[in-house]
Structures are given as structure tokens and as C-alpha cells.
């Protein structure tokens, strides 16, 4: 049965972007990222009461803070004005992801299965830029020449793929095969150049952040470290100064001025709905009506406020908001200057950077993701090898 369920939780790992994948079961919407976990969840749940472990479940200094957020999102969903709204996002972007969080802290025995997390996850980031790459090679773009593939946004692309790409230096580092360290490299050049040409500046910002990061704590091979972030410098230089992009650091380009007035939208609605939020899935509907005193008239179509924070606050309420901050007080707390530890922090410290000026939680691979980077971020310390 342990090989069922760590079969299972690698294939969710792997399989992520199938989240796009969706159908309904008794009219109720769900996708297959979604179906798998609650597949994982009930084989995992029949596995304890069969052998009567439900006592050894593993106690963790991250269950209070997960359930804080989880207790805002409900809260907020059940005062939200459109709860269908809400409550699919709720399902989809809490429930499931804190499920495959609860099976994967208590089934990560070893740190082999970190690893093997670790893999799959690379896997599936290449197998997502190679086919990003037939993309850019068919010159299947969106109409200001981004890379978006087959997400609904350029910046989704990147915010899955960069990740996936810190990730991969930690499965360099274990390789002593020299063709096996050719491929990681090969792959870890693809995930740049698909990143690249994404044109997401919170992805290299997030980048850039967590490589000197891993060149202040992480004392192996820091030439390495530092070559990667002079290259992450170099490129973010690049597409700072082409043309279609040299804008961007000006007030008055459009990506930016947009967002400042997505921000001051998103603080007007939280003053309005401090203590609950809006619910899951409200935020352009309340935007639409804040953003009408802003000028320029700028953006319509604004699913999320472009702000991590604000969207946990906004959405999941004060007692989100909080249990977000906590969570990372214990990540940070809990961390351990060793290759791997540093890796899974660097992952989270991308996440965070990037979340400044985007959404890095708000989708269902991606809060999946997040919650995987939790539950290995907590392991990693509690495992033998």
C-alpha cells in the first residue's frame, strides 16, 4: 500500500499542469489534478484506519498556520457574495492542495522520496519548456511577443518553470554520472531561455533574490552560485533594455501603472472588507467598481491584484493573511544551512519575491506546488537518509 500511495503523490507531482484538464462530476466542475488527490487522500486515509496508524500521524509546527489560511478561505467563502464563485475556488485551490499537503507530510519517510519529489517535478518542467519550446518555434504568441504556451498567461508559465528550475540544481548536485549532469544542465539552459522568453520580470526579480540568497547561506560550490546569478543579472540587463520592453522601469509604462492602480484598487477594497475579505474568485468583480476612480482607465480583465499578500488578505481574510505570515516566520525559522534545506527555502524565496508584483498561490497547480515546497521545506529536517 506504501508503494500505491508513493506512486500516486509522484504522479501528481508530475502531472501538475494537468490541472487544465477539466470536466464535471454531477455538475460539480473539478479537473483531474484535482480527481488524482482526492483519489490519493482516500486510499491514504483507508490505508490508516486499515492498519488502525491513525495515532502515528505526523505532528508538525505547520499545521496551525495551514489551518489558519484554510479557516480564513472558509470563512470568507461562506461570507462571499457569490459563494459558487467562491466555493470552486475554495475546493479547488485549498482544499485539494491541503489534502495532498496532509498525505505528503505523513508519508515522506525518507529523503530519497524528497528526491524522487524533487525528479519528478524537473520532469514535468521540462516536458512543459520543451513544449513551450514548439510554441515559440511555430511563433505561437500572445500579441506583445510573449511566450505563453498552452497557460493562459506568460506569467504562468514562468511562475511554474522557475521553480522547477532551482529545483533542478539540487539534482545536479547529486549526480556524479557525467552524461546524467549534461542533461541537468541542458535542462536547467532550456528552463532559462523558455523563462526568458516569457518576458516576466517578477520571474527574474524572483530569481535573481533567491540566488544571492543561496550565495549569502549556501557555503558549497559558491562560484557556481555566483555565476548563476551574474547570468540572471545579465538577462533580466537584456530584456530591461530591448526596445518593446525599455519602458518598464518608467512609471508611465503601461504593466507597471497598471499595477499601481491594481494596488491602490485592491487597499481600497481591503479597507472595505478588513476583518473577512471578499471571498475566492471576487476580486475582479470588486475591482471593476474601485477602479473607476483611478485614471488612467487601464485594465478590465484583472482576475487577481498582481500582489501575493493582498490576495490572501483580500481573499482569505485577516486570519489568512496571517496564517500566510506565520507559515513563512516558521519556514525561516525551521531552516538549516545544508544543500538541500537551502534549495527548498531558495523555491519559497522565489515564490515570495515574485508575489510582490504577481499571484504566485493563486491557481491550482501552483498552490499545490506551494504546498509541496511546504510540506518538503518541513521534512527535509525530520528525515533520515
Known sequence: MNKIINFIIYLIVFSLPLYL????????????????IYVL???????????????????????????????GATISTIFSENIQIS???????????????????????????????IAFLTLSGFIVALIALFYWLNKDLTYDFRLQAFYNSPNYLAMFLSPILILSFYLYSLIEKKIFKILIIINI??????????????????????????????KLKLRYIFLFSLILVLLFSLQVSTYKFQGFIDFSYPSLESRLVIWQSSWEITKDHFLVGIGPGMFQEYYLDKQVDFKPYLEWAVPQPHNLFLA??????LIGLIGLIWLIIVLFKNYKPKILNSILLCAIIYILIHGLIDTTYWKNDLAVFFFILIALNYKVNHLSD
Not at 312 to 317: A, N, S, V, Y
Open 21 to 36: 484538464v477539466r470536466f464535471e462530476i454531477m455538475w460539480v466542475p473539478v479537473t483531474i489534478l484535482e480527481l488524482m
Open 41 to 71: 487522500f482516500i486510499v491514504w486515509l483507508f490505508y490508516l484506519i486499515k492498519n488502525k496508524k491513525i495515532r502515528s500521524l505526523q505532528k508538525s509546527n505547520f499545521y496551525f498556520p495551514v489551518l489558519l489560511i484554510f479557516l
Open 87 to 117: 466555493a470552486g475556488i475554495w475546493k479547488a485551490w485549498f482544499v485539494a492542495p491541503m489534502l495532498f499537503f496532509i498525505v505528503t507530510i505523513n508519508s515522506i519517510k525518507t529523503k530519497k522520496q524528497i528526491r524522487n519529489i
Open 189 to 218: 539552459l532550456l528552463l532559462l531561455f523558455i523563462i526568458y522568453l516569457t518576458y516576466s520580470y517578477g520571474a527574474w526579480l524572483g530569481l535573481i533574490g533567491s540566488a544571492f540568497f543561496a550565495l549569502i547561506f549556501l
Open 312 to 317: 490572501f488578505w483580500l481573499q482569505t481574510g
